[in-house]
């Protein structure tokens, strides 16, 4: 059975097509897993790549992805702020992404997962882990620079106002934003489409602009992913 690797139309991440086709990273540190993902093997003009597994049901970016997101905005040489980073699961595949230009900031403070991701950390440069809370990004502002795109999977009920807490301090003007949002940590007693009409009534009272919502079934029940920009730079008037 031929094997082969194709793009994705997201930059940096790749389809495979085997026995059955998956999402896939180029791995960064060939060799190892870091959850205990397949990895796989292909060649190409001579070359051997070292690709990592991307569960879908392990991962909300994956799920978006595959849900047919329009942009993910996580692309090579792109400085991520990753908040909820937990394990350092889909971290890893951001780093793999970005590549040894980029860097993604990781915050998390379970210390539980703090450790997993420092040792996830260890062996890729690009990951630059903080272990602190979320809602206080004066904390850990010496530790970051400006960045290209948040990335937010923090499950808390004041979750849109921790990302723009975060945007305000470290996103640049024109930069991007990912809300992985579940209904029910929110508020349970509502629909989850009342809950994601009104978080995004609440990022757009900060700047953060929606532009796209989708929702993560069948890989998450009442998880929606909303993606959109921070502060849209002005069109330039055409001459």
Same mark, same amino acid.
Not at 161 to 185: D, E, M, P, W, Y
């Given at each position: 059975l031929a094997v082969s690797v194709e793009p994705h139309r997201h930059e940096g991440v790749f389809i495979y097509r085997g026995a059955e086709d998956a999402l896939v990273t180029l791995n960064m540190v060939p060799g190892q897993s /870091?959850? $205990? #993902?397949?990895?796989?093997?292909?060649?190409?003009? $001579?070359?051997?790549? #070292?690709?990592?597994?991307?569960?879908?049901?392990? *991962?909300?970016?994956?799920?978006?992805i595959l849900g047919g997101v329009d942009q993910i905005h996580i692309k090579p040489k792109a400085k991520v702020l990753y908040l909820g980073a937990a394990s350092g699961t889909t971290v890893s595949h951001v780093s793999d992404i970005i590549g040894p230009d980029g860097l993604v900031y990781a915050v998390e403070f379970s210390h539980r997962a703090g450790r997993d991701l420092v040792n996830v950390a260890k062996k890729r440069t690009n990951i630059i882990p903080v272990l602190e809370d979320a809602r206080h990004p004066l904390k850990y502002r010496m530790l970051i620079g400006m960045v290209d795109v948040i990335f937010a999977d /923090?499950?808390?009920?004041?979750? *849109?106002?921790?990302?723009?807490?975060?945007?305000?301090?470290?996103?640049?003007? $024109? $930069?991007?934003?990912?809300? *992985?949002?579940?209904?029910?940590?929110?508020?349970?007693?509502? *629909?989850?489409?009342? /809950?994601?009409?009104? %978080? /995004?009534?609440?990022?757009?009272? #900060?700047?953060?602009?929606?532009?796209?919502?989708?929702?993560? %079934?069948?890989?998450?029940?009442d998880h929606a992913v909303v993606v959109g920009v921070y502060r849209p730079l002005p069109k330039s008037s055409s001459k």
């Open positions: /870091v959850y $205990g #993902e397949r990895r796989v093997t292909v060649t190409e003009g $001579g070359v051997k790549q #070292e690709y990592r597994t991307w569960n879908p049901f392990r *991962s909300k970016l994956a799920a978006a /923090v499950a808390q009920p004041d979750q *849109s106002r921790i990302v723009a807490l975060n945007a305000h301090t470290f996103l640049r003007n $024109g $930069g991007h934003f990912l809300i *992985s949002i579940k209904a029910n940590c929110i508020d349970s007693t509502a *629909s989850a489409e009342a /809950v994601f009409a009104s %978080e /995004v009534r609440k990022l757009q009272q #900060e700047n953060l602009k929606p532009q796209e919502q989708l929702t993560l %079934e069948p890989y998450e029940r």
